[in-house]
């Protein structure tokens, strides 16, 4: 690994992890100008509080969103879908600091309790800062939010809490670029010793 | 949310995140003892170095895979495929100390310089634990390892790096037990500004 040349070592590193979420982070400054940018490293951390991190890398445009976060404390995340999957990805480019990726990409800005969401998007919640973690092994920051309000239509919510969310046609990536939509193979049951497993039914 | 009963409240925020990565991590204590254990948090945390994290819940089984990495300072990730993503979620059972997932579930188990993996998982690599970050948020940690050693066979990868993990039939988590397979939409080129994407073709 080490004789790979540094941009394919980038794309074959990036595939080991396996599949990502896609999601948009926006966010505003106190001014008011609005920045939203896709990450895959969005991480579920635990239910009760409600705890959701993302890795923030040093050498990218996401700078930004980072900055903003720190200024306003709050954010939302996005579930990326089929139907925006390229305009969330062009969002990665290097905009100018005076551009809003919203009017660059076409995404368009809603607002919620005054935390810009964005509207294409099937499943999104806004996130109250809670941590920021340094990662000195490599200068990335772990960001720690705490998930305040849900924005979701109830139809695709099954009676036990799950969201199905290849029902929202939510996409996944693999790598630095590869986008997936999914096909749902079971819900399994819990597992426990000598039980074997069963698949769940929908219950929507 | 706050209403919401804790099982309730489980399944939903655990579906918030996206779609997540499949992955079983093998360890044996001091004495070979082995271990296997669903994660669906590995998460990608740079390429140079070779990094990946995932998170350790304190309430969970998964706690002898912790105990050996800490004993041994070793472990593979090894990605889940359609073949056995049953086996792969029943090693979340509550198996004693005494018995191996591995003689549990049916995996089988390889080795290499002297660490196990899963020999029916298509792409696998060997870590190396650098650092066990507490997340007193909630009393989660964060284990972070570098990726020395990686295997997986020389046909799904591409010319400029990106693993097919598709080809491989890698399968993604939803919520805490929806498995699912995927269907690529496109590999899209680096986004900049003022130049459209274009797709990128495959070049195994």
Redesign the interface.
């Known amino acids: ?1 080490k004789q ?1 040349p ?18 948009l982070i926006a966010t505003q400054d106190n001014q008011g100008n609005t920045n939203v940018a896709i990450f ?13 991190g993302f ?1 923030m ?1 040093p050498d990218t445009g996401q700078r930004h969103t980072l900055d903003n976060i720190i200024e306003t404390q709050t954010y939302t ?1 996005n ?2 879908s ?1 139907a925006f ?2 305009q969330a ?8 600091i005076d ?1 809003s990726e919203f009017d ?1 990409t076409g995404l368009e800005c809603g607002y919620i309790d005054n935390v810009p969401f964005v509207k294409q998007s099937n ?1 999104k ?1 806004v996130v109250k800062l ?2 920021i ?1 340094p ?1 000195p ?2 200068n ?1 920051q ?1 960001v ?1 939010g705490e ?1 305040t309000d ?1 924005l979701c239509e109830e139809s695709v ?2 009676k ?4 199905d ?2 029902a929202l046609q ?3 990536i ?20 000598d039980i074997p ?1 069963h698949e ?1 039914e929908s219950s929507k």
Not at 160 to 163: P, S
């Open positions: 690994m790979m540094s941009r394919y070592r980038a794309r074959f590193i990036n595939s080991l992890s396996g599949f990502k979420s896609a999601n895959s490293s969005i991480v579920h951390l635990g239910a009760s509080p409600a705890l959701v890795i890398r995340i579930q990326v089929e999957y390229q990805h062009q969002t990665s480019a290097r905009y100018s551009d660059m499943l919640y809670k941590e973690m990662i092994l490599n990335t772990m720690i998930i849900v919510i099954e036990d809490g799950y969201i969310i290849e939510t996409v996944t693999s790598g630095l670029d590869s986008y997936h939509s999914s096909q749902r193979l079971s819900r399994l049951s819990y597992a426990k010793p497993l769940i």
